[in-house]
């Protein structure tokens, strides 16, 4: 997840259920473990090579599946551990017109932004940022940090803080790099100040680019703050270049006071538009279906504010193996069987237990004994401690790892300006009413994060102020299985790109997402002519980005069952599944949809 953020908020579900086990030893068991964060194995490296080399080498996600479930393969993978040596990779790749793609060290983007096509397989190259992992300056005058891309958020904030600096808006997920998250969009929620996008904090960025033989084929250009290569550069999808330092601007560190303040959600269309003007880091999350908001208000305090809290997501600690294997038996249980109310039921006591333990913030370190909660911006601002390696994966381990049985869903993540926020709460309300439980098969994975983002000079940057939405849900490890609500979650995605002209998040999303969705981006022509003059081979390119980028057909991929795996819009029965009972339709209340609907007469 470049879990915006980015990567979002995957919580463990407990559940009632067709499963005969004792629900409430997993309950207190999980509590347990939740409460008293065990430590747990560090997620996998996404790159694997032939035994004791770097050759013949596969790459995945962190959830060890693109959308279409392609496996990718490169030839080689390598890992700089400096600029100069990243310099000389590049260039011998360039001489040789070899492919290449930047991977992380733990590679949350859920599209196929690491894969090379099949045809580069044989001979392309992974550059790994594993090892560029350097904080390299820390300037307390101009409060400024300089990092090579691979560290991670983690190591930013950690770094920073000790210097007492901050970045004051970032994703809630420590487990991204400052290459990828930026090179994704990947944001936190703010209307406030320079706004919530770590790339738009960029003074200055060094990237490496290929080059012709009268620069010995590599070249660093150094961007600083103002220049249009830069703005093309800042969310770049990794098709310029390799980036290899980043400058960021900090402030002084501040405390924060949080209060995170259950409503109902009847009036949350018109707080969208001004609840993220009132509060500097406001954000929503939202259970539809349980009618129900989790309102942040969120503001700085005085730093003479008593208070040392600190922000430890209950769903990104540590968990048992064995608890992660027995939710997901319980989800595919009640998929198996249509279980809605088995699913609302589930929904209900997963969201009772995180708002019991507040989430993971206390307010001292230890303990919550109530709001608000008053802290240290760099200990509330992200967390992440399933990162933190003693053990084996196979007793605890963050909840999505792909090498145990856990969590495995999708994620549907768009941004909508705040001028037509309002219309789309509206539609996801109005599907509600006409289907009241479908939408508790999100707050298995905690309801709807919304959070607010602002309008970037990055081309490829959000172009209006506006709120994002993250939409995690079930997915079958059969791709050709339909999942409870099928067409509502369709008609929910379709709504928001298609209705609502949303933006997606460039490291989330199914294919259906990026249908036409670069033309959504009025400096595209501009983006497209630095990456030219940058890599006019292409070398960095892959069919994947030449579609995205609308430089190449094929984002859509018709076949049997596409639309279960959003690798297409269904326009004919075949593309849902029939044999199932699953047959392609109009939307509900958004006519030009067209989604897969269980028909109960079938
Ligand atoms: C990689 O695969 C190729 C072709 O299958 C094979 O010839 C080569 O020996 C392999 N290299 C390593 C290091 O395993
Ligand atoms: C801070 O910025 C100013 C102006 O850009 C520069 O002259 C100065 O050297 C910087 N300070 C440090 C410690 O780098
Ligand atoms: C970049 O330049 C713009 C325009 O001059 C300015 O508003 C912004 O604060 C600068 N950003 C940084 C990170 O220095």
Redesign the pocket.
Known sequence: MYFSNSLSIQVVHLSHSPVMVDLKIIKLSLIFFLIFSVKSSPPEDPIKCSHNTNFNCTITNSYGAFPDRAICKASEAIFPTTEEELISVVANAAREKRKMKIATRFSHSIPKLVCLDNDDQDQGLLISTKYLNKILRIDQENMSITVESGVTLRQLISEAGKAGLVLPYAPYWWGLTIGGLIGTGAHGSSLWG?GSSVH????QLRIVTPADVSYNYAKVRILE??SSELNAARVSLGVLGVVSQVTL?LERVFKRSITLSERDDSNLGEDATTFGRQHEFADFTWYPSQRKVIYRIDDRVSPNTRGNALNDFLGFRSTPSLVLAILRTTEENQELTNDAGGKCSSAKLTTSTLKLGAYGLTNNGFTFTGYPVVGLHNRVQASGTCLDSLEDATITTCPWDHRVKGLFFHQTTFSISLSKVKGFIEDVQKLVVLEPKALCVLDLYNGILMRYVTTSNAYLGKQEDGLDFDITYYRSKDAMSPRLFEDILEEVEQLAFFKYGALPHWGKNRNVAFIGAITKYKNVDKFLKVKQSYDQLGLFSSEWTNQVLGLKEGLTILKEGCALEGLCICSEDIHCAPKKGYFCRPGRIYKDARVCTRLSSW
């Open positions: 320079m738009d904090y960029i003074m703050n103002g601007k």
